[in-house]
């Protein structure tokens, strides 16, 4: 195993990550760079204490890959961040809240500790659900508690394509902010009752809506466990495939949109680019750059402020270029959705599969539910 601080010392001082890092981006002095957390390690390994900047800009990260992407030489930068935390976290120094999270999912199966009651409160009778089926559908935490429309726009596609999936009864929290905090050896007892659950049940296919459940039981739940014997389909490559079939036909729009793109899934991004543009003129957000929208893996709570900012260059760019904002992840719909009401900004966004939705049913709103 390479040593992490062996790849700390390649670094070629370039200063490119310091340029798409969001955090820095909307702080001033170049205080919470990616190099800078990741210069850290030598004193978090060793256990000396940090400065408030060190230990900030550590958790400044939403690790969103956008300085890996960027790196000449290729050092794992959220890899280290991740390491860093793991060990923060053991050494009993991580922040409060990240803490009081990491125990909400353990606990209550959510991050915001939402009542697991009310985690299937999106199902409405219209919708075709079977009670057995080779095909599950998994909503997510923030589809199911925050962004219910997601799942009922979803539900309906995959009807419209004669699929009607089982939900999984004990659907559980994916864990990715366990897995971005460094709480790798609760994520792997969450990943192994999980996967053991879902196996259970007979199922060959889980279709997500969300991008970070997507990636997480798709890429980190081989690692933390061991290989599904299921396959994990995202939603929107079932819709794209059923545009370019002609299952559906959506109607042009005439009006442009901007995609607010989804950082565990960027390496799709044409995706929903494909599904858009059969509906609607595209108007690229940031020039086709990654910039996050602020909110994952603790960024949002531990600095709200600097969260909100990160969420408002979104919000700018896209009402200089487009009609609406479109979004394919429901935590960034949750996030930039909470800061415009709360700093009363006119918004005009919506979730990918609810626009579809719209397009090809009517306005959702019309419908029963």
């Known amino acids: 195993m390479y040593s992490f601080q062996e790849k700390i010392d390649s670094c070629i001082d370039c200063k490119k990550c310091w340029d798409v890092c969001p955090a820095n981006t909307v702080t001033e002095g170049n205080r919470f760079t990616p190099q800078g957390k990741i210069e850290s390690l030598a004193k978090v390994v060793a256990g000396e204490k940090l400065t408030q900047d060190e230990m900030d800009n550590i958790y400044l990260s939403t690790r969103c890959g956008a ?20 060990l923060l976290a053991k050494q009993g120094r991580e922040p409060a809240k990240t803490t009081a999270i990491s125990k909400n999912i353990i606990e209550r199966n959510s991050p915001g500790g939402m009542d697991p009651s009310k985690r299937f409160d999106w199902v409405t009778e219209d919708l075709e659900i079977s009670e057995k089926s080779d095909i599950a559908y998994m909503a997510g935490c923030w589809v199911a508690h925050s962004q219910p429309d997601i799942a009922r726009s979803t539900i309906r596609l995959l009807n419209h394509a004669d699929i009607r999936p089982m939900l999984l009864k004990e659907e559980k929290c994916c864990g990715l902010f366990l897995i971005d905090n460094g709480h790798l050896e609760e994520a792997a007892e969450h990943a192994k009752k999980f996967v053991d659950y879902i196996e259970s049940l007979g199922v060959k296919k889980v279709v997500v809506s969300c991008p970070g459940c997507y990636i997480v039981l798709n890429h980190e739940y081989p690692n933390l466990y061991r290989e599904l014997d299921f396959d994990v389909e995202y939603s929107l490559n079932i819709f794209r495939d059923m545009i370019n079939d002609g299952t559906l036909k959506p109607k042009k729009l005439d009006y442009t949109v901007s995609i607010r793109d989804a950082c565990p899934v960027r390496n799709l991004k044409d995706v929903p680019r494909d599904i ?10 940031f020039d086709d750059k990654q910039v996050c929208c602020g909110g994952p893996a603790g960024l949002k709570p531990n600095f709200p402020e600097i969260s909100s900012d990160i969420a408002m260059l979104s919000v700018k760019n896209y009402k200089e270029k487009a009609d609406m904002l ?42 029963k539910s």
């Open 326 to 367: 479109v979004s394919y992840c429901p935590f960034c719909m949750h996030h930039i959705g909470g800061v415009c009401k709360s700093k009363d900004e006119e918004l005009n966004m919506k979730d990918i599969s609810v626009l579809l939705a719209e397009n090809i049913f009517g306005d959702v709103k019309e419908m």
């Open 67 to 86: 300085c890996d992407d960027v790196c000449p030489v290729d050092i794992p930068i959220t890899d280290i961040i991740q390491y860093e935390r793991e």
């Open 276 to 285: 858009l543009s059969s509906m609607v003129e595209v108007k690229e957000l």
